[in-house]
């Protein structure tokens, strides 16, 4: 790759760095100097989607913790540590998304139950509000 075909890459990475301000401005200092190139900004970053994600730093930090996480420490012993304690977390954090997922399901079990059994009361003490009543009469145990 030469220096030519490089720099948008090394240009957008050093905007990504700067988070979702430094496109704006770029933008906006783009439409400013030439209006051709601010549109052509603001079409990248529609159509990249950078306008409308959480921000540019979830990127920086993926890439920043893909890259630091499992670069060799030149240590054997604490780099085995490292694999270890970074397994033992992974695990650590399924077994408690698992566990609230399981608490959730219970708590919607606990309200549907709670739901069916007042339906389940209400369709009783309707039924049995009716059975005191004539047929062709509103009113209960006869008129008035």
Known sequence: MTAITAWPGRAETWLDERGKGAWIVAMILGFVLFWPIGLALLAYMIWSKRMFKSGCSHRRHAAFST????????????????????????????????????????????????????????????????QGREPGNDSPRGSY
Request: aromatic content about 10%; charged content about 40%.
């Open 67 to 130: 890259r630091h996480a499992f670069r060799s420490s030149g240590n054997s012993a604490f780099d085995a540590y490292k694999a270890d304690t970074l397994d033992r977390l992974e695990r650590e954090q399924a077994e408690f998304e698992a566990f609230l997922k399981r608490l959730r399901e219970a708590k919607d079990k606990a309200e549907f139950d709670d739901y069916m059994a007042e339906r389940a009361r209400a369709a009783q003490a309707g039924a049995s509000g009716l």
